[in-house]
C-alpha cells in the first residue's frame, strides 16, 4: 500500500528543518499520549476487576479506547494544519486539543479517584 503525498505539501516554502522537526516531535508525543491512554484502558479492564461493576468499567474502558482513538487522528490533523501554517507564512492554529485534553485527563483521573474511594 502506497500512500499519496498530500497536495499542500507542494504548496508554500519549505519551512526551517528545526521546525518541521518540532512539529514532528510534538505529534509523537500526541501519539505516545493516545498510547497511554490506550493502555490506561486495558489496564482498568485486566487488571482491575474489583474496582467496579462490570458495567461501569466497561463504559470506562470503551471512553477511555475511544479517547485514545480520536487522539491519534486530531494529532495527525493537527501536524498537518501546523506543518501547512509553517509552509504559508500564517499564525499557527488555535491548539483546542491542549484544554479538551487537559478536561478529558482530569475527568478520568476524578473517576479513578472516586471508584479507588468506593472500593476501599
Not at 508554500?12 to 505516545?32: C, H, K, Q, V
Not at 479506547?65 to 499564525?91: D, F, P
Not at 492554529?93 to 475527568?107: G, N
Request: charged share 20%; glycine share 4%; with cysteine.
Amino acid at each position: 500500500m502506497k500512500l499519496r503525498e498530500p497536495q499542500w505539501r507542494r504548496e508554500g516554502e519549505m519551512p526551517d528543518y528545526r521546525f518541521s522537526m518540532a512539529n514532528e516531535r510534538t505529534f509523537l508525543a500526541w501519539i505516545r499520549t493516545a498510547m497511554a491512554i490506550l493502555a490506561g484502558a486495558i489496564a482498568v479492564d485486566q487488571l482491575t476487576p474489583q474496582i467496579a461493576p462490570a458495567p461501569v468499567r466497561i463504559v470506562l474502558c470503551l471512553v477511555l479506547a475511544v479517547i485514545g482513538a480520536l487522539l491519534a487522528v486530531e494529532a495527525y490533523r493537527r501536524w498537518s494544519l501546523q506543518e501547512q501554517a509553517m509552509r504559508n507564512k500564517r499564525e499557527l492554529p488555535h491548539a483546542w486539543l491542549l484544554v479538551a485534553m487537559t478536561v478529558v485527563v482530569a475527568a478520568a483521573g476524578a473517576v479513578v479517584a472516586v471508584l479507588i474511594l468506593l472500593v476501599r
